[in-house]
């Protein structure tokens, strides 16, 4: 969604009755002290930019450090935010537009140490309770560029949530560092939950937070994170040294947890009673004194982990390494990575108690349990467990009963499954298309030669017996739609890599059900046409040319592969470049131009004397009409149109059913949203970003990095300075 706030560079004539746009605060803690209105007049003190802001207001804030109150202030002092209100952080106080700032190079300090001397020897008893408070906030709420840090939760009735502290809301947080915060009690960086509670985090990093549980975020909320890490963090007293969900729901994607400590359950994450997704998440060389070193699971708990990696995760008792499962909870892995974990009791996995474990596609290598638990995975009591297309192979148990002993070990009265799966040792679980044989992994120990570190290459080589012996049936459906096609009934459609998971490689005799390899990674050449030729050597790998000759109507100067639907006819004097990919039914004029590795997709049209550049995409039912021009590197969306004359600059994108009229002209790196239409002699400058359903109207003009919102009309002939923003449903005249 488009969201739009006015500068202090942007001043505008609105017609009656639009929405007015909103305010800029400005703080820097190292100006004199003024109303805010500017970064020469700015706050020099965040508390005052809270209490000025309203409901649709900016607060812009240099480098520096804040705290909630002086060195005689309450350590109760806060900072509150409010609803509405987006505090953004990196600023050098020289600013004029949002895209200007550099939270790296910037640092926006907000510290609970109100003495200052937390670094100098000082104790932090007098430090805040909770830097930053967001209970009782909306979805509205922004907090953008900041380091929050310091803060000290053992009061009385404060000891949770030092770093951050939400109740009940539903605040949003991108590019923060959550460090050095401690609580007594729960969550030592963040402490989230309570009724309604709706957290959007991405690109935040958990440092070195200390907690009873939960030492970097104890979460009781929705939560979705996206891009962040936990490293450092410690529960002192009980569990969850990276994150603990209780009662609550969290999705989990690029994240990664790393070093992370836990007296007991869960040295990385612990899942209590919650619902999880993860996906494309790492748990590299967490700890746990008792259970679970990268993940504790129970209580009901539910898992669902896609394209995860378990690392050098360590379990000081009762075992389950890389993952513990127990009490009735249950957990489903697809496409994950279990090396190097150790435990005493079990190594990779470990499921009691009800527990059921589901296992597709997995790979399972040089871990180690000691004592009555086996290296790779341990299933025991009344614990159930699927197996499927997984490879077990390389793991050690001090006591193993024989070798596949230490790969699987099932000590349960109830169900355990294994089809379709490599186990080393293979003995016990010899039927439903099980193998045993090496599965030649390309480089097992990496460049350390050390079995179970970060540098190991788990992939299978040419030759390996796991190619294309699986059962493509058994992979699960893609609900969380890893490759963004809409489409999430079908398979998961990608492996560990993030390449191709089903990949009929043409050197393997198939001796599965259907193509899929053995463990996380699949092997092959990727033969998207199925003409036999891989892509990696295809002269087309779109367009089925099993000959690989100069397919369709090859007429046109230059051009120089396959990549033409046969129904394609190209006129004598069109020029295509190399690398193009002309898809069918496009409709190709006279004295057309396509510039290099530019993609014309279904049923996309180009007009007489048009010229493409290099680079470009034409969307499905895309026309760009006579004489009309479009650089190289831009992308014009499905059913979006360019008409005669029309310039459309390099680096621009155009949305989906978007309309450039004649002779209208397009700046290089401009966005123009979805169904908006740029009308005659209009000038776009570069770097705009135009949102959906706006018009912009008869030879009006757009400067430069201006910031257009969605359902916005900009009449003719009215010029918008250079980095201006207009707020959603303005009129502009």
Request: proline share 3%.
């Amino acid at each position: 969604m488009f969201r739009a706030f006015a500068t202090a560079a942007a001043v505008l004539l609105l017609s009656a009755g639009t929405a007015q746009a909103q305010t800029v605060r400005y703080v820097d803690a190292a100006a004199a002290g003024g109303a805010g209105n500017t970064w020469a007049d700015a706050f020099n003190d965040l508390q005052l930019g809270l209490a000025a802001a309203n409901s649709g207001d900016q607060i812009w804030v240099a480098a520096g450090t804040y705290t909630p109150a002086p060195l005689s202030g309450p350590r109760s002092a806060t900072f509150q935010l409010k609803s509405g209100v987006a505090l953004y952080g990196g600023f050098a106080g020289i600013e004029s537009t949002l895209g200007q700032r550099d939270f790296l190079v910037n640092a926006t300090i907000l510290s609970g140490d109100l003495a200052g001397d937390d670094e100098s020897g000082g104790t932090n008893a007098e430090n805040s309770y909770h830097v930053v408070t967001t209970s009782g906030t909306d979805d509205t709420t922004v907090l953008d560029g900041f380091t929050i840090t310091k803060g000290n939760a053992d009061g009385p009735a404060d000891q949770s949530g030092a770093g951050i502290l939400n109740s009940t809301g539903s605040p949003t947080f991108s590019n923060c560092w959550i460090t050095n915060n401690t609580a007594v009690g729960i969550g030592g960086g963040m402490s989230t939950g309570g009724g309604i509670s709706r957290v959007r985090m991405s690109n935040c990093h958990f440092i070195d937070n200390s907690a009873l549980a939960g030492g970097g975020l104890f979460n009781g909320a929705d939560i979705s994170l996206t891009d962040c890490s936990f490293s450092g963090n410690s529960a002192i007293g009980a569990f969850g040294g990276g994150m603990v969900d209780q009662f609550a729901t969290s999705t989990l994607t690029n994240c990664i947890f790393v070093g992370n400590t836990a007296a007991r359950w869960g040295g990385g994450l612990s899942n209590l009673s919650s619902s999880e997704t993860l996906i494309n998440t790492a748990f590299i060389g967490n700890i746990s004194d008792n259970r679970g070193g990268g993940v504790f699971n129970s209580l009901d708990g539910s898992m669902v982990l896609t394209n995860c990696a378990f690392i050098g995760n360590v379990s000081n008792n009762a075992g389950g390494a890389g993952m513990y499962n127990r009490h009735s909870s249950t957990a489903v892995l697809t496409n994950c990575v279990f090396s190097g974990n150790s435990g005493i009791g079990s190594g990779a996995i470990k499921a009691v108690n009800n527990t059921n474990v589901t296992l597709t596609n997995c790979t399972i290598s040089g871990n180690s349990g000691t004592g009555a638990g086996g290296g790779g995975v341990l299933i025991t009591h009344t614990a159930t467990a699927t197996l499927t297309n997984c490879v077990l192979w390389g793991n050690a148990s001090s006591v193993p009963i024989d070798v596949e002993d230490a790969q699987i070990r099932n000590t349960s009265t109830g169900s355990v499954s294994v089809s379709y799966s490599l186990i080393e040792g293979l003995s016990s679980f010899s039927g439903s298309g099980n193998i045993g044989l090496d599965p030649l992994f390309v480089d097992s120990d990496g460049a350390d030669n050390v079995v179970g570190t970060e540098d190991d290459d788990l992939r299978l080589s040419a030759g390996s017996p796991a190619i294309d012996s699986g059962d493509s049936s058994a992979v699960p459906i893609d609900s969380a739609d890893l490759d963004g096609d809409l489409d999430t009934a079908e398979p998961i459609p990608l492996d560990l890599d993030g390449g191709p998971r089903f990949i009929d490689d043409l050197l393997t005799t198939n001796t599965g059900i259907g193509i899929v390899d053995m463990g996380a990674y699949e092997f092959g050449t990727p033969d998207g046409d199925g003409d036999g030729a891989p892509d990696s050597s295809d002269n087309c790998p779109t367009v089925f040319n099993p000959g690989q000759e100069q397919t369709g109507n090859n007429v046109g100067t230059e051009f120089g592969d396959a990549c033409v639907n046969p129904n394609v006819a190209i006129p004598d004097s069109v020029v295509v470049g190399t690398g193009v990919v002309i898809e069918d039914s496009v409709d190709l004029g006279n004295d057309v131009t396509v510039g290099d590795n530019t993609t014309l997709e279904q049923s996309a049209t180009v007009k007489d004397g048009a010229t493409i550049g290099s680079d470009v995409i034409l969307g499905e039912s895309s026309t760009v009409e006579e004489g009309a021009t479009v650089g190289d590197g831009s992308t014009l969306e499905a059913d979006s149109t360019v008409k005669p004359g029309a310039e459309i600059g390099e680096d621009v994108t155009i949305g989906e059913g978007a309309t450039i009229e004649e002779g209208a002209v397009i700046g290089d790196g401009s966005v123009i949203g979805a169904n908006s239409t740029v009308k005659m002699g209009a000038v776009v400058g570069t770097n705009v970003v135009v949102g959906t359903d706006t018009q912009i109207e008869v030879d009006a003009q757009v400067g430069d990095g201006a910031m257009i919102g969605n359902d916005v009309t900009v009449k003719s002939g009215v010029v918008v300075p250079a980095g201006a923003v207009i707020p959603d449903g303005a009129t502009v005249e």
